[in-house]
């Protein structure tokens, strides 16, 4: 039923399953502030056309200028993340500096 309303499957796949180890990992590690890397993003973004999805902003607050693109990004990701109490959303809350 699932896989016929929306046109994927929810059990395994023939695609290997992306991880934060290895030669071709798409997310950091907790450690590394958890999150996507670029290449994790370009490969999303070539899988699913039309996309938006970014990397995160890591510039310091102070030096964004206030007002600007990314610096309401990461207003607006600090505010919707505030109540991420899990090791890796707290890890991309502080790769994000919030």
């Not at 590690?29 to 938006?52: D, H, L």
């Not at 030096?63 to 610096?71: I, N």
């Amino acid at each position: 039923m699932y896989t016929q309303k929306f046109g994927i499957s929810r059990g395994s796949s023939n695609e290997p399953r992306k991880t934060t180890k290895g030669k071709g990992r798409n997310f950091r590690t907790t450690k590394e502030g958890a999150g996507m890397t670029a290449k994790g993003v370009a490969e999303y973004k070539r899988k699913n056309p039309g996309s938006k999805l970014k990397t995160a902003v890591t510039t310091k607050p102070s030096k964004l200028k206030p007002g600007s693109k990314a610096a309401k990004r990461r207003k607006s990701f600090c505010a919707r993340s505030k109540g991420w109490t899990g090791e890796r959303g707290k890890a991309a809350r502080r790769r994000w500096k919030c």
